[in-house]
């Protein structure tokens, strides 16, 4: 616990003064959107398995003759769920003789105090939301932990980018091939209104009349909207969300905080779209251990993410971007 400053500047005691944990302000942090716009998957597996069926083509013109045609193809599809967890470790006491001796308690069980209860809720489930947004679900690329060294979000679990882009490069074998959309180019703010209706341009016209989100990075949302003002197609009193449509589809843009920073979009319907979850539960309910006067806090939990369909995904993204 860093809180040299606080010592610095207010003593190294604790001086009852109406403080308390209001008064204790913390900078705001990027709540878990991505899974919110996905369909949840409850399961007690770790890989989720799924199967892809197909039939090639049947009908053909009449003759008396017995000419079969058409057949079945099917294969598998697995999402990978994996297990994540939160250790964390403190010495409470540390805090008593400060002015945030407030979160002590004349407890002798430290992880009855009140520090213990703020930290889950005000700093370790909001900072563990945001590392899971921000690094994991758009960006991540799991890596297994070396022994002994911890990781980090950024490599806990394949994020939406990983996960699309290996279904781009499939040979269709092991997992259906996700539709790459060309002729969009990187996105560019100046440009990003015609990109999007291109882009929907190029999904296949049995996928274009299905109400999908077409989802891009957060800034690219703002981007959006102003070219589209900037071309005389903004009304200002549309019904709330009308106007991140795009026009004469049924299609509408969303923009994820999970790949902000990049220059890629894609699509498919939400059921699609699968979240999946092992003792999702566990994420914020926390197992707490005291030894002598040291406190420690953990919790894991499985997730996992990834396509029922991957023919029913269209994305801008390749090996070249």
């Known amino acids: 616990m860093d809180i040299a400053n606080i010592i610095a500047e207010y003593g190294a005691y604790y001086l009852k003064s109406g403080q308390n944990t209001k008064r204790v302000k913390q900078l705001m942090l990027q709540p878990a959107v991505t899974p919110g ?121 394949d994020g939406l980018k990983t996960i699309i882009q290996r279904g781009v490069d499939s040979d269709g074998t092991t997992q259906g091939v996700i539709n790459h959309v060309g002729g969009v180019g990187a996105l560019d703010a100046a440009t990003i209104f015609d990109q999007v209706e291109s882009f929907v341009d190029g999904i296949s016209d049995v996928y274009k009349t299905k109400k999908m989100n077409i989802f891009l990075p957060y800034e690219y949302e703002r981007a959006f909207l102003r070219d589209k003002r900037a071309k005389g197609f903004y009304t200002i009193s549309s019904a709330q969300g009308i106007h991140k449509g795009v026009d004469f589809t049924p299609q509408q843009i969303v923009g994820l905080p999970s790949i902000a920073g990049e220059n890629w979009m894609f699509a498919t319907p939400k059921d699609n779209m699968l979240y999946c979850t092992k003792k999702k539960a566990n994420q914020t309910n926390f197992k707490l251990e005291e030894s002598k006067r040291q406190v420690f806090l953990m919790c894991d939990w499985y997730e996992g993410m990834g396509f029922g369909i991957n023919e029913a995904v269209f994305t801008t993204l390749d090996e070249t971007v």
């Open 37 to 157: 716009f996905m369909t949840p998957i409850k399961t007690d597996e770790t890989i989720y398995r799924l199967a892809n069926s197909s039939m090639t083509s049947l009908v053909q013109g009449f003759q008396k003759g017995w000419t079969p045609r058409g057949g079945v193809k099917v294969i598998p599809n697995e999402i990978a769920l994996r297990k994540i967890k939160i250790d964390f470790e403190e010495y409470p006491d540390d805090l008593e003789a400060t002015w945030l001796g407030f979160l002590a308690s004349d407890s002798v069980n430290r992880k009855e105090w009140p520090f213990v209860k703020w930290l889950i809720e005000t700093h370790i489930i909001p900072k563990m939301k945001e590392e899971m947004e921000l690094e994991a679900y758009g960006k991540g690329v799991y890596a297994a932990p070396t022994p002994g060294t911890p990781n980090t979000a950024a490599s806990s679990i």
